[in-house]
Nanobody, 128 residues
Framework: QVQLVESGGGSVQAGGSLKLSCKVS????????MAWFRQTPGKEREGVAM????????DYDDSVKGRFTVSQNNAKKTVYLHMNSLKPEGTDMYYC?????????????????????WGQGTPVTVYS
């Protein structure tokens, strides 16, 4: 059974940093995209950062470029999202997910579709 378990969410003042983790179990790494999504209440889920399982290329949404870094420890099967210079946007839920495809970066990698597995999410509150 595949499980994705996020952790590391919490409350932080604007300008601060948080590091989220996503522990993967029951899944064989195969270069499919691993994605971090965030969702503001009442809005659609949006992709923020991507990295292929077992790979090292990355992709980011323009809104987080230069502030967020996605990385992974293949031995621990854990993907991380380092978030710096956080903006006071209230509370968002952050989800990790494994897409159904790998390959080249493209428009589809950032969409909350074609997802094979989702985590349960971890909340991030950024206050001013």
């Amino acid at each position: 059974q595949v499980q994705l378990v996020e952790s590391g969410g919490g409350s932080v003042q604007a300008g601060g940093s948080l590091k989220l983790s996503c522990k993967v179990s029951g899944y064989t790494y195969n270069r499919r995209w691993m994605a971090w999504f965030r969702q503001t209440p009442g809005k659609e889920r949006e992709g923020v950062a991507m990295i292929p399982t077992g790979g090292d290329i990355t992709d980011y949404d323009d809104s987080v470029k230069g502030r967020f870094t996605v990385s992974q420890n293949n031995a621990k099967k854990t993907v991380y999202l380092h978030m710096n210079s956080l903006k006071p946007e209230g509370t968002d839920m952050y989800y990790c997910a494994i897409k159904t495809f790998g390959g080249a970066v493209g428009w589809a990698t950032m969409q909350p579709t074609d997802v094979a597995y989702w985590g349960q999410g971890t909340p991030v509150t950024v206050y001013s």
